[in-house]
């Protein structure tokens, strides 16, 4: 029987390092507009929207809705979304279930990553597409889950 992150595969590049020219960018101004939407969605107000910063790989945005406040991680270079239970510098095992009104960000391209994918142990999905580089990067820094490989503030 397998785990909630078989099938996931780890992309050239979702640690946000490259050897060799960056792959894509996910651009913040397409998630600012995406997080809008979901806001809409949600019947709630865009608190910030902060685009990726100097070590992260990933923009931070929040909603409050009446049930409260929500944040998202967009990764920086591939259309994924976490939700966190607040905004912080690090993640490790802090990532939750997206809200129902989410799926207007899959419907607006983006994937939407359910908690149990992003706490699965790295070794539960395939990460035959990561480079050298990246592999030094994920032994030096250690990370146990698959989110805190895809939303990460190495340097």
């Known amino acids: ?7 996931f595969r780890l992309e050239r590049g979702a640690t946000g390092f490259f050897s060799g020219p960056v ?16 806001a809409r969605a949600a019947r709630g107000r865009v608190g910030e929207f902060v685009a990726q910063g100097c070590a992260q790989n990933y923009h931070r945005a929040t909603i409050n809705d009446r049930d409260g406040d929500h944040c ?3 990764h920086d270079h591939y259309p994924l979304i976490a939700f966190v239970d607040e905004p912080r510098d690090w993640y ?3 990532f ?4 129902a009104w989410a799926a207007v960000l ?17 070794s539960s999905v395939d990460t035959s597409a990561l480079s050298d580089v990246e592999w030094r990067n994920i032994d030096y820094w250690r ?10 503030s190495w340097d």
């Open 106 to 122: 899959g419907d607006l391209g983006f994937t939407v990553l359910s908690a149990s994918v992003l706490l699965s142990p790295l």
């Open 143 to 152: 990370p146990e889950t698959v989110g805190a490989v895809l939303f990460n």
């Open 1 to 7: 029987m397998g785990g909630p992150g078989d099938g």
């Open 96 to 99: 939750r279930e997206p809200p």
């Open 92 to 94: 490790t095992d802090q």
């Open 23 to 38: 792959v894509s960018r996910t651009d913040p101004g397409v998630c600012r507009t995406a997080w809008y939407a979901a």
């Open 72 to 74: 998202a991680l967009f």
